[in-house]
């Protein structure tokens, strides 16, 4: 992405050339991988010839000026529907307004040329649904990209687009980009502003996904900062993401490695994997292991009541007699969010709390916690979430039950590559820091791809 911006600015590509490039890949591509629901080649060829004048007329161009990227379906991009992967929204009218993240995407230059497909609400760890279909991993056409921003994590890894846009509720960045074999970093609730992802459960955050770190914390750069539309945006942080990958001092942060934080259901290859990872990671980076043993409760209850709090906000009028157009993995859900009390809602929420008791108790105690990423490798593109992992039953949502714990208490983590499995998928190994120290996660993040680089597409099967 910084490469191909570069390019345009020195006059060595084109915009149009870039934006058409990536338009060829879509056509291409996406009768097998099924990663665009929509394409808008006339509006992004037109934002490229704009770009094109520009440089032509000796103007200064933004840092990602012709840089083509996707726009995941349930964020709005002025001039293209949103159907958040739903029947309910397949009538929608384009969107007036971009998303704050995709707008300021757009005012650095970048040019969007479709939209991005996801499971029906962002609902799942794989990226199906009744009204858009079901969109495949291209390092293996018959597994997932991983959910909810599959459609996104499987056209960057394809290399059809630099970047896309993406959001995390439960681990929908982290999960499609171990899955895809990315760099993937969920932020701290707040840093990038949003209209309305989440107000209540504020567990949901927007970003994007990338190849590189990078151009992961160039987009960061970007996309980060206040915004007076959104009362729970934060200050900016007051540095330089692209600065600190290279600069920022980590060594003698103590690191605590946890395979299944105690309970989650794990694959042994993965833990295998993402163990040797962790160690190695340890050691690049010079950190000190803390030794410390985690044990969590299974807080996937917590998880659902907090993801449940937003969901009746912008219904259409008279969904209750439409219910029987959503996904039938999605109705259940519903029904029961609905019944759901306020005194039962509160008790759910002293759960949380004292979740987050917990975790701020060992974070006085480490600075990094290390964990898989998914607890076990891509599974069946066409879903559900498995219900068995490394021949051990569970419950589905054991298989992103590590993701969601930084949603459900708020900090910032990030995916690596940690290497793939005898099957030849990837696997992510996770690191996560204490809240608002994105710093910590991308600077690790760099010197994982210094040490141990990963591909910067896979090819597809």
Known sequence: MITAAALVRSSERSARELVQDALDRVEATNPTLNTFVRVDAEGALAAADR????????????????????????????????????????????????????????????????????????????????????????????RTPGGSSGGTAAAVAAGIIPFGTASDGGGSIRGPGSSCGLPGLKPTYGRIPTFGVTRHAQNAVNFA??????????????????????????????????????????????????????????????ADITARAAASLIGAARLRPSGIDVQLDD?????????????????????????????????????????????????????RRQLELRIADLFEHTDVLLTPTNAC????????????????????????????????????????????TSDGLPIGLMVTAPRHREDICLRLARIWEQHSPWPRHAATT
């Open 299 to 351: 807080f996937i209850r917590v998880y659902v009541f907090m993801e449940a709090a937003d969901q009746f906000v912008d219904v259409p009028d008279g969904w209750e007699a439409r219910i029987d157009e959503l996904d039938p993995l999605v109705v259940e859900g519903w029904r029961k969010a609905r019944t759901v009390t306020l005194p039962t809602f509160s008790r759910v929420e002293g759960d």
């Open 209 to 270: 996904l990338a190849t590189t770190v990078a151009d992961t914390a160039l987009l960061f750069d970007i996309a980060c900062g206040p915004d007076a539309r959104d009362r729970t945006s934060l200050p900016h942080p007051g540095l330089r993401y692209s600065d600190v990958i290279e600069q920022l001092d980590v060594g003698g942060l103590r690191a605590t490695w946890s395979p299944d934080l105690g309970f989650v259901t794990i694959d042994p290859e993965v």
């Open 377 to 420: 490798p891509p599974f069946a593109a066409e879903g559900p979430m498995p219900t068995e992992i490394g021949g051990r039953r569970c419950h589905g949502g054991h298989a992103a039950l590590l993701t969601m714990l930084a949603n459900v208490v708020n900090l910032p983590s990030i995916t690596l590559p940690a290497g793939v």
């Open 51 to 142: 770009v094109d004048a520009a440089r032509r007329a000796g103007e200064t161009l933004p840092p990602l000026a012709g840089v083509p990227f996707g726009v995941k379906d349930l964020e709005d991009c002025v001039g293209m529907p949103t159907t958040r992967g739903s029947r309910w929204y397949a009538s929608n009218p384009p969107a007036v307004r971009d998303d704050i993240h995709v707008g300021r995407f757009r005012a650095a230059g970048a040019i969007p040329i479709g939209k991005t497909t996801t499971p029906e609400f962002g609902a799942w760890g794989y990226t199906a649904s009744p009204l858009l279909g079901v969109t495949r991993n291209p390092w293996h056409t018959d």
